[in-house]
């Protein structure tokens, strides 16, 4: 019997971390009517690489391990609760993929080095932000739904943009905390407001400017793909 008990408890704080996904991806579901998925999450030797963990899809390359879809495809994001719960039920550890685009956020992506200098930019500026989204490599700002027309006439404009700043729009997707990814933890560090309504969102075009020109001066040039 000690032995057993002793077994539980040790259990015990995995049981948590799945359960707080569960209640992130309802969360999003339900309250934001945000769509999401699970993510292919870690291949459960916890084998570590170059790249950090590896990806439990079947591809020993994986560029993002953990942080995709594979199966169920990005098409199969719902808001619907009882998918929701049937997919974490049976795939506690998931990560929770956001499909972005349409009328859900976009985010737009950078460095995590050139993310912290964009956000002081934008506090300096007295700009009102969203949620934002940090791994130990990128970081990632939640903006209002965008096209791609207007994304593309924005950028049109700019003399520069550097390839480690990447964009989240209608077909992409975004993994959210607190999801595990081969990089590590995936955490807010900017963290939504609580209320039931859906997170407040600024528009692209408000935050662009200051993460081109932090993306631009970033040590890390990020050209490789990396969340």
């Known amino acids: 019997m000690r032995e057993i008990l002793g077994r539980r408890r040790r259990h015990r704080p995995r049981r948590k971390a799945s359960s707080a996904r569960l209640d992130a991806a309802l969360t999003c579901a339900t309250a934001w009517k ?24 079947p591809d020993p390359e994986c560029a993002v391990p953990g942080a995709h879809p594979f199966d169920p495809g990005l098409l199969a994001a719902t808001t619907d609760a009882r998918m929701v719960r049937w997919w974490w039920t049976n795939r506690p ?20 080095v050139a993310g912290a200098r964009a956000l002081a930019a ?28 207007r994304l593309g006439e924005l950028l049109h404009a700019k003399d520069w943009v550097p390839s480690s700043l990447r964009f989240h729009g209608e077909g992409g997707y975004l993994v959210l905390p607190p999801s595990e990814i081969g990089t590590g933890q995936v955490r807010w560090e900017r963290a939504p407001e609580a209320g039931e309504a859906a997170p407040w969102l600024p528009d692209v075009e408000s935050v662009l400017d200051a993460l081109v020109e932090a993306s631009n001066s970033a040590p890390d040039g990020g050209s490789r793909l990396a969340y």
Do not use: I, K, N
């Open 122 to 149: 934008l506090d300096g500026m007295g700009l009102r932000l969203g949620p934002v989204v940090a791994t130990p490599t990128r970081w990632s700002l939640l903006v209002a739904p965008y096209t791609l027309e």
């Open 34 to 57: 945000w769509p999401v998925l699970p993510g292919a999450g870690l291949a459960t030797t916890g084998v570590r690489g170059e790249r950090g963990r590896d990806c439990a899809c």
């Open 93 to 112: 550890t998931a990560p929770v993929v956001l499909a972005t685009g349409g009328r859900a956020p976009c985010a737009l992506s950078l460095p995590a």
